[in-house]
C-alpha cells in the first residue's frame, strides 16, 4: 500500500466506524418514529465512504472501478432514505406509502443500472481513465449527462428533507427546535462538502471529500440522540399524541411563560395559540400561586368561560420539568373538562346522602319497630301479669279461705275444684306471660336472659342447649338486646322444628369490645345455603331473613353456614357497649333488731304487693290462722321500709314485681337495716333465675302465688 494516501484515507475510516456506530445505537430503538429509516440512512453513509476507501485501497484499475461502482450504491440510496427519514419525521409515516417509495426509487435505479454499463454509454462518465494526483490514483469522475440528473435529483431530495426540518424548526417548541437544528446541520454538512467538490477544480481536492464530512454527521446526530432526545419525542408523534388530545396541555418555560400548547388548550382558553405563545400562564389560568410555582405536581380545579359564555370546570395538573443535572427548566400543566363529572359527583353524593338518610329512616323503623313489638308484647305480658293473674291469685286465696272457713263438706269440695281450676288458669296465664316477655330478660343481663331461655326451651321442648356465655357481652341499647333474644329464641325454635337434632349450642362472647357474637349450632339435617342470599335457604318463613334485615338496620349482620347431613351455624353480629363499672351503693346502717316477741305470741306480718286483690286475699287467707296477725300492707318498696321500720314486723311477705324500687332491692335494704326481720318473697313469676335473686338479697323463702297457702303459712310460721 502506498503510505502517501494514508492522510486520506483515514478520515475515511474514521467516517465509516462513527457512521456505523450511529447506525447500530438507532436501530436498538427501532420501534421508535423514524429510527429505521435513519439507521439506514447511516448504514448507506458507511457504505459509501467504506467503498471509497477500499477504492483508494487497491491497485488494480479494474477493482477500483468496481470499488466506485459499488459506493455508488450508497450515494444514490441516501438521499432517498433522507428524505424518508424527514418525513416520518416531521409529519409521520402516514404520509408515505409503497407507492411513494417506488416513485423515489426510479432515478437512483436507472442511475446504478447505467453506472454498472457505463462503458456502453458514457451517460454517467464521459471517460472510463484513471487520474492520479499526488500519490493518489482514483477513478476519473468527470460527469456525463446522466450525472447531471442524478445530481439535481439528489440535491432535490435532500434539500427537500432540509425544508421539513425548517417547517419543525419554525413552528415546533424549543425541544423539537434543537432537535430540527441538529439534524438539519447533520444533513447539509454533506450536503455543503459535496458541492465543494463539484466545484472546486481536482489540482485543488483531488478526492471527494463527501465521504469525509460523514462522520462529522455521525457525531452531529450522536449528540443530538443523547442531549436532545431525537427519536425519543419526535415532532410527528407530537403532532399525533398531544394535538389529538382532548385534553388542554401546556407548556412553559421555567418563568412560567407558554412556550407551546396544543388545539385542545387554545379552545379552552378562548385565545389564538399564537397569541398565547410567550404569556405568563398566570394571565390565562386562573390557578392558585401555589399551584404554579410547584416544583413536584399539584391539581386543583378553576372555572373558565368557554367560547360561548358558558362556565365550566377544568381539573388542571401542574408538573415539574427538570434537566439532567436536576435544573427545573420548565412545567407542564393539563387542562381536562370535568364539569360533567362534577356534576355527576354532586348528583351522586346528593343521592348518597339520600340513602343514607333513607337507611337510617329504616334503621329508626326497624328499631321502632322491634320496640313497638316489643312494648306490645310486654303490654299485653303487663296486663296477664298485673290484672290477670293477680285477680287469679286474688280469687284463689279468696276461695281458700272461704273452703276454710265452711263446714259444708259438700260445699268445701265444690270450692276446691273452684281453686284447682284457678290454679289452672293462673299457669296457663303465666306461661301465656313468659312467651310473651320473658321478665328475666328486663331483670339482669343478657347472658342471664339467654341462660333462662337455654333452660325454658329444655324444659319446654325438650331440647338439650349448652351455653357459653360472656357476661360482660351487653348490647348497645335495648332494641338490639331484644333482638337478640328473639333471635337466639327463634333459632332455637328451628332446631326445634326443622333441624330434628337432640341438642344445639348457644354461645355469645364479646369481639374486639365492640361487638357481639351471638353463635347458634346443632348438627342436624341442615340445607342449602343460596350463594346469593343465605337467608333464603333457610326452612323458616319469616326466621333467619327477617333476622337478618333487621340485623342489617342496627348495624349488624348474620352469617348462615349449612349444608345437608352436616348441620347448621348461624352467627349473629351486632353492636356492644361497655359493661358499665358498677356503681358504688351505699349499704344502710343496720339498726338495733325488733324485740323478739314473746313464746306464744302472735307472728306479725307486713304485706308488700302492689295490687289489691292479692293483699285482700293474703289479708282474709292470715286472718283465720292462729299465731298470725297482719300489722300493715304496703304497696311499694319506700312504703315498705317506712312501715317496717315503724312497725316491725317478724315477718315481710313481699312481691318481687313492684313500682319503681324492686321487691329484690327492697328485700336487700330490709336485711341489711333489720337482719332479724324474715322476708318471704312472693310472686307470679316462677322462674329460678328471680327466686335465686331474691335469696340472694336475704330473703328466707321464695313462693310461687299460685303455690298452696299451706307453703305461705309455713314459711310465715318459720
Not at 56 to 85: C, D, H, Q
Not at 337 to 362: F, G, K, N, S
Request: neutral net charge; contains cysteine; proline residues 6%.
Amino acid at each position: 500500500m502506498d503510505w502517501s494516501i494514508l492522510p486520506y484515507l483515514l478520515p475515511l475510516v474514521t467516517s465509516t466506524l462513527v457512521a456505523l456506530a450511529v447506525a447500530v445505537t438507532v436501530a436498538r430503538r427501532s420501534e421508535r418514529i423514524g429510527a429505521r429509516s435513519l439507521a439506514w440512512v447511516m448504514l448507506a453513509l458507511a457504505f459509501w465512504s467504506a467503498c471509497y476507501a477500499a477504492e483508494l485501497v487497491v491497485s488494480a484499475p479494474e477493482t477500483k472501478r468496481v470499488m466506485a461502482n459499488l459506493a455508488y450504491t450508497g450515494i444514490v440510496s441516501v438521499p432517498v432514505l433522507w428524505v424518508v427519514f424527514a418525513i416520518e419525521y416531521a409529519i409521520g409515516s402516514q404520509h408515505l406509502s409503497r407507492r411513494h417509495l417506488i416513485i423515489l426509487s426510479i432515478i437512483p435505479l436507472i442511475t446504478l443500472a447505467l453506472i454498472w454499463t457505463e462503458p456502453a454509454h458514457g451517460l454517467m462518465r464521459r471517460v472510463n481513465t484513471l487520474l492520479t494526483f499526488r500519490g493518489v490514483t482514483i477513478v476519473n469522475r468527470s460527469a456525463g449527462p446522466w450525472f447531471v440528473v442524478h445530481a439535481v435529483y439528489s440535491y432535490v431530495l435532500i434539500l427537500s428533507g432540509a425544508v421539513l426540518l425548517l417547517r419543525v424548526l419554525v413552528r415546533s417548541p424549543y425541544l423539537y427546535r434543537r432537535q430540527a437544528m441538529t439534524l438539519l446541520v447533520a444533513s447539509l454538512l454533506p450536503l455543503l462538502s459535496n458541492a465543494v467538490y463539484l466545484v472546486m477544480p481536482r489540482t485543488i481536492i483531488p478526492i471527494d471529500v463527501t465521504p469525509i464530512s460523514f462522520a462529522v454527521t455521525g457525531a452531529v446526530i450522536a449528540y443530538g440522540l443523547g442531549r436532545y432526545g431525537i427519536l425519543e419525542v419526535v415532532p410527528a408523534a407530537r403532532a399525533a399524541v398531544v394535538e389529538g388530545m382532548r385534553e388542554g396541555l401546556l407548556v412553559m418555560d421555567a418563568e412560567n411563560h407558554i412556550v407551546d400548547m396544543n388545539a385542545s388548550a387554545a379552545e379552552t382558553i378562548g385565545r389564538e395559540r399564537r397569541d398565547c405563545i410567550g404569556v405568563p400562564v398566570a394571565d390565562l389560568v386562573p390557578a392558585s400561586a401555589e399551584l404554579l410555582r410547584t416544583r413536584t405536581g399539584k391539581q386543583e380545579d378553576i372555572e373558565l368561560l368557554s367560547p360561548h359564555g358558558v362556565r365550566r370546570r377544568f381539573e388542571v395538573r401542574f408538573d415539574a420539568l427538570y434537566d439532567g443535572r436536576g435544573r427545573l427548566t420548565g412545567r407542564l400543566a393539563l387542562l381536562r373538562d370535568v364539569t360533567e363529572q362534577r356534576r355527576a359527583e354532586q348528583e351522586r353524593e346528593a343521592l348518597l346522602r339520600e340513602v343514607e338518610r333513607r337507611v337510617q329512616q329504616l334503621s329508626a323503623l326497624a328499631t321502632e319497630l322491634t320496640q313497638a313489638e316489643e312494648r306490645e308484647r310486654r303490654r299485653l305480658a303487663q296486663m296477664l301479669h298485673d290484672h290477670l293473674q293477680q285477680l287469679l291469685v286474688g280469687a284463689k286465696l279468696h276461695a281458700i279461705a272461704a273452703r276454710d272457713q265452711t263446714e259444708n263438706p259438700h260445699t268445701a269440695v265444690a270450692v276446691q275444684q273452684v281453686v284447682a281450676l284457678v290454679e289452672q288458669s293462673l299457669a296457663a296465664s303465666r306461661a301465656l306471660t313468659v312467651e310473651l316477655s320473658p321478665p328475666v330478660l328486663y331483670e339482669g343481663t343478657l347472658a342471664t336472659a339467654l341462660a333462662w331461655l337455654a333452660r325454658w326451651v329444655q324444659e319446654r321442648h325438650g331440647l338439650t342447649v349448652t351455653t357459653e356465655l360472656d357476661p360482660h357481652a351487653e348490647p348497645a341499647g335495648d332494641d338490639v338486646r331484644i333482638l337478640l333474644f328473639q333471635s337466639a329464641r327463634e333459632l332455637l325454635f328451628n332446631v326445634v322444628k326443622h333441624a330434628h337434632a337432640p341438642q344445639a349450642s348457644l354461645q355469645m362472647r364479646l369481639v374486639d369490645h365492640s361487638a357481639i357474637e351471638l353463635t347458634v349450632t346443632d348438627e342436624g339435617v341442615g340445607f342449602h345455603v343460596s350463594p346469593t342470599d343465605d337467608a333464603l335457604g333457610a326452612p323458616s318463613g319469616f326466621g333467619l331473613f327477617s333476622i337478618r334485615e333487621r340485623l342489617l338496620l342496627l348495624g349488624g349482620r348474620m352469617e348462615v353456614a349449612s349444608s345437608p347431613q352436616q348441620g347448621t351455624r348461624v352467627t349473629l353480629y351486632a353492636p356492644a357497649t361497655p359493661s358499665p363499672a358498677p356503681r358504688p351503693t351505699g349499704e344502710p346502717t343496720p339498726e338495733a333488731s325488733p324485740t323478739r316477741h314473746p313464746p306464744g305470741a302472735k307472728v306479725s306480718v307486713l304485706l308488700v304487693d302492689d295490687h289489691r286483690t292479692v293483699r285482700e286475699g293474703l289479708a282474709a287467707l292470715l286472718s283465720h290462722e292462729e299465731g298470725i296477725r297482719v300489722v300493715g300492707e304496703a304497696t311499694n318498696g319506700p312504703m315498705a321500709l317506712e312501715l317496717a321500720k315503724r312497725l316491725r314486723p317478724d315477718v315481710v311477705v313481699m312481691d318481687v314485681t313492684l313500682p319503681g324500687m324492686s321487691g329484690i332491692e327492697t328485700t336487700r335494704h330490709l336485711r341489711a337495716r333489720w337482719p332479724e326481720m324474715r322476708v318471704i318473697g312472693l310472686s307470679a313469676h316462677s322462674q329460678a333465675d328471680i327466686a335465686r335473686a331474691m335469696r340472694a338479697a336475704g330473703a328466707s323463702a321464695y313462693l310461687d302465688k299460685g303455690a298452696p297457702a299451706e307453703a305461705l303459712i309455713a314459711a310465715i310460721r318459720g
